[in-house]
Structures are given as C-alpha cells and as structure tokens.
C-alpha cells in the first residue's frame, strides 16, 4: 500500500481541488476543525473530494478556521472495484455499522434493496452518505462510495446489468469453500454482492435469486450470521480473491 498520512486530519470537501486553490469552509466544518479538533490557521490538514485525489491544505481565518489554502498533493486519485454492496436495510445504529464497514472493505456503490421481510422499509439516504464520508475520512479511502435509492428486489434485478456477477449470500447454500467457489468465477467486469434482511429471503425470492444469469449462491459456513456479519465476510471474502486484496491491478 502506497505509504499514508493516518496522523493528519482527513476533511471531505465538496470542492474542486488544485495547487493554489483556496476552499471555503462552511459552518460545519469551521467547528468541526476549530472546536472539535482545536486547530486553527496555520496547521495542516489533508482534503479530499472523492475527484482529485488527497491534498495539503493549511487552514487559514482570523478568528476560526475561514478557509483552506491547498499547496500539495499528497496521494493521487484512486479507484475503486466495481463492487456492489447490496443489502436490506437494518433498523439505525447497525445500519449505520453496516455502511460503514462496508466503505471500509472497498465497496464502491452501496446499495439498498427492499425484501419481503425487510425491516426498515424507510431509508435515510442522506444519514447513509454522511456515514460513507466519515469512514472514507477515518481510514484514508479516496472514492466515495455511491449511494442507490432502495429498490423492491424485483425492480433491482430487472435493472441490473446481467454480465455482472450477482453473489448471493444465502445460508441455505451448500456449504462448500467459498475460496474456491470465487475463484471459479473468470475476472467478472463487475460484481453485485446481495445480503438478505435478519429475517431471510422468503422462497419465492429465492427462487428469483437463482433464476438471474450469472449468479453465485455463496455459503458463508454452517453457522447463520447477522447481515452486518454477513457484509463483512462476504466483501473481505470477495476482495481477497477477486478484488483490489489480490494484488492483481486493473479488476
Ligand atoms: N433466515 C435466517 C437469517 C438471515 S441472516 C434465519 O434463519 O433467521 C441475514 C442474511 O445474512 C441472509 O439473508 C444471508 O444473506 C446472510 N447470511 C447469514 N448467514 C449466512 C451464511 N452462513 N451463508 C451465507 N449467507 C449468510
């Protein structure tokens, strides 16, 4: 991994970013560096905006933090997989767990998918892309992750790409290694992993499920995990063999 700065603060701006460039801090992010982190003009900082890669800036204002004067990149833009992460939503706290987990494995599109036994059938998206950023921010992660409005699973199916690979975590899989059951899938352009709501996909779902071309049913072992668990081993599974874990450039 390229060598990061993990000490300095990492600020998302929604703000084109160059050398000799000064961004305007709004209200939020004045206190935020001012009050929360206590720094105030003339200390350094990283930006970052999800286009331009990561930059030095210095913070610069007479009584708080104003603005932002950009001198340096630090580390250029990067990209992520083509990655889905598509899931029923999960009641607040877990949601927000399960968002930000799933930033830090490297999913570069987040979305959520409306099942029969979904629980939380209301979704707040704007909460969902404030989690992204703050996990892009903690752990240095370039690209924001894109957020879908949640989708009736038949509606989702029918508008994906079908040359995708839809991985569909079912615990009523055969267990069988899930290493290999991935390396059997030939560098897919593009993956969709699915993770079903607390209560299950109900049969005719699944019967849905396994009618889509080019689907994998992965089993995640003989135990039945959370959905919040489930992202997690699912994308550490999938990034590992087929993803930006391999060290195979270009998928
Ligand atoms: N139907 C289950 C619970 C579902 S767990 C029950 O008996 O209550 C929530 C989701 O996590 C599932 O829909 C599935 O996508 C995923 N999951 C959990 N355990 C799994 C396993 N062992 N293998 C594959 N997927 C699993």
Redesign the pocket.
Known sequence: MPLADFRSPRLFVDAALAAGGRVALDRNRSNYLGNVLRLSAGETILVFNGRDGEWQATIAGRKRPEHLEISAQSRPQDRLPDLTYAF?PLKHARLDYMVQKAVEMGASALQPVLTRFTQATRVNSGRMRANVIEAAEQCGILSIATVGEPAPLDRWLAGRDPGRLLV????G?ELANPVAALQAEAAPHGIDV????????AGEERALLLRQPRTLR??????????D??AVT?LALIQAVLGDWSGAKGR
């Open positions: 029923a569909f975590c079912d615990e899989a699915l993770v079903g709501p607390e209560g299950g996909f992965l089993s995640l072992g003989p135990r039945i995990l959370r959905a668990t489930a699912a």
